[in-house]
């Protein structure tokens, strides 16, 4: 039972990095998922809120937030709150994102 916590974060770590580098192609899907459920004449309240969210961490990561992605430290930090804090600091710029 000693090996699942560092296997369980490796793989949100990752996990973390793959939402972040892809945010932009995740929010995409989500407005497509979005259009079908309204066709089907339901509100999209999850998904267009994932979409919405989505797209908002792409522009972070496009605006440096999560450090250069050319890095190999690219929002890999080995501590998962230095991330957070980089979203907080944002967040605190802006009061209407969150």
Do not use: Y
């Not at 770590?13 to 998922?33: C, D, P, T, Y």
């Not at 089907?40 to 605006?63: F, H, K, N, Y």
């Not at 690219?74 to 957070?84: G, L, N, Q, T």
Request: net charge positive; charged share 30%; with cysteine.
């Amino acid at each position: 039972m000693t090996s699942i916590p560092p296997c369980r974060s490796a793989m949100i770590k990752g996990l973390e990095a793959m939402v972040i580098e892809h945010g932009r192609r995740r929010a995409e899907e989500m407005r497509e998922s979005a259009r079908t459920v309204a066709d089907v004449g339901l509100t999209p309240l999850s998904a267009r809120g994932t979409a919405e969210r989505q797209a908002w961490v792409a522009d972070l990561s496009e605006a440096g937030r999560f450090g250069s992605k050319g890095d190999g430290s690219f929002a890999r930090s080995a501590d998962w709150r230095i991330e957070a804090d980089r979203i907080l600091t944002t967040l605190k710029g802006d009061r209407n994102d969150v």
